[in-house]
């Protein structure tokens, strides 16, 4: 749930499963793991989680011990880089869209 200003409510309820997926999303950076996601039935995309960031964009840093992490930005790197929000990607894991090859963790 997110609040007004886009930032996640400190009040908002965080199931199991939702803690789960989050450190599934954070395993992966730690490990540098293969992130694939399913565009639609034909078409997949995929690249290596690189580094948490508290921003999109070239340059950016991310606090492993600041801020919540659902706001946070994963670097990934393919042939483009692109920075996935880390609440996305917790999402994605939960329905099946986002796979995080686990033989890398």
Not at 76 to 94: H, R, Y
Request: hydrophobic share 40%; with cysteine.
């Amino acid at each position: 749930m997110q609040s007004s200003e886009g930032q996640h409510s400190v009040t908002a309820p965080v199931t199991a499963a939702t803690v789960r997926n989050l450190a599934a999303v954070l395993d992966g950076v730690r490990h540098g793991a293969r992130i694939w996601l399913h565009v639609d039935t034909e078409r997949q995309w995929g690249g290596v989680m690189r580094q948490l960031c508290d921003a999109e964009g070239d340059g950016t840093q991310g606090s492993w011990h600041e801020g919540d992490v659902r706001d946070k930005f994963v670097r990934v790197s393919s042939t483009l880089e692109q920075w996935l929000p880390v609440a996305d990607i917790a999402a994605g894991l939960a329905d099946g869209s986002i796979v995080i090859e686990e033989a890398a963790l």
